[in-house]
């Protein structure tokens, strides 16, 4: 099996809700969740809004591609409420947010992909402490 890391957030609404109703989703349509972080409540980053965010990380053990999850992590968002994603660097109020963090093949290589669709590892993640910090309680060797 592979591995890939997400992080999940949700400002708008039941939090915990929806970040549990997506790691469900997750667990029955990607793959099965083996570790999974602590919730923490965050300040929006990269764009001003009154509602704080409550955010985690999980590591998923799936057989599908990363563009495969990509696309299952967008469909879970969409049935959960969020109808737009943020783009150009203009981020808005959101129900749920999946980011695919890092992927691992099953023979323990990172996969690299910088395309317009996906880029692995995530770009911004290490400027992200609402990323670093649930990333580092799952997996403290991935944190250098």
Same mark, same amino acid.
Not at 46 to 60: Q, R, Y
Not at 97 to 116: A, C, K, Q, V
């Given at each position: ?23 469900? *989703?997750?667990?029955?349509? %990607?793959?099965?969740? %083996? ?24 590591? %998923? ?7 495969? %999850? ?9 049935? *959960? ?18 980011? *695919? ?44």
């Amino acid at each position: 099996m592979n591995t890939v890391y997400l992080s999940l957030g949700s400002n708008l609404g039941d939090r915990q809700a929806l970040i549990e109703q997506a790691m469900k *989703l997750i667990g029955s349509e %990607v793959g099965q969740i %083996v570790r999974a972080s602590d919730f923490i409540e965050t300040q929006p980053w990269g764009f001003d809004s009154e509602n704080a965010f409550l955010n985690m990380a999980a590591k %998923v053990e799936t057989g599908f591609s990363p563009i495969d %999850v990509l696309h299952a992590t967008q469909d879970i968002e969409r049935r *959960l409420g969020r109808t737009e994603k943020s783009s150009g660097g203009h981020y808005h109020d959101r129900p749920i947010d999946i980011d *695919l963090l890092m992927y691992f093949e099953s023979d323990g290589s990172e996969t690299i992909i910088n395309t317009r669709e996906l880029t692995l590892p995530h770009p911004l993640m290490r400027k992200r402490q609402f990323v670093m910090e649930p990333l580092a309680q799952i997996a403290p060797e991935l944190i250098d």
